[in-house]
């Protein structure tokens, strides 16, 4: 007598509604992976300075002036700032502002103004921590006929702000 020898096939494998959930989850997690690596693992701040335009610069009278920010290419906060100002070409200081005290008005740190010079910084959003595009700084006791000019400089990757170079004329 023969023997049929039988194979029972089983099938192998899982069921669609499980493969279907995995495939799912694999691309909830890959998606999550890229987006911390565009953000930068967290947000951290560039390692590169911002760039900026200024809005307006310019006299306002014989001894005043103003300086209008523009947009930064990523949030700046005031602290991290520090103005250069040259006086006909000869170092005049700098001009910090402090830290935020959600006040829109601060006077500023001049260090070696000369005859006196100060500055004010108006926020139109100081709860917000940055500069925004629009808020300026007021400048009283500049000379007569004089250049200025003015640079901003990044404390955080100490560096210059590419764009931040200005001057203007008082008459």
Do not use: C
């Amino acid at each position: 007598m023969k023997k049929i020898w039988s194979v029972r096939k089983e099938k192998e494998g899982v069921s669609p509604v499980i493969a279907t959930i995995l495939m799912v989850a694999i691309t909830v997690v890959l998606a999550a992976v890229l987006y911390v690596m565009v953000i930068q693992f967290g947000g951290d701040r560039p390692d590169f300075p911002p760039t900026t335009a200024w809005n307006d610069v310019g006299a306002q009278s014989t001894t005043e002036g103003k300086l209008v920010f523009g947009m930064f290419s990523y949030d700046v906060a005031p602290i991290e700032i520090r103005i250069h100002v040259k006086a006909n070409g000869s170092d005049a200081g700098i001009i910090t502002i402090p830290s935020n005290t959600a006040s829109s008005s601060q006077s500023l740190t001049w260090t070696n103004a000369s005859n006196g010079a100060s500055a004010i910084y108006y926020d139109y959003n100081p709860s917000g921590a940055k500069i925004n595009q629009g808020d300026y700084i007021e400048l009283d006791g500049l000379l007569p006929g004089t250049t200025y000019s003015f640079e901003l400089y990044h404390t955080v990757t100490e560096s210059i702000v590419t764009g931040s170079a200005t001057d203007f004329s008082t008459p």
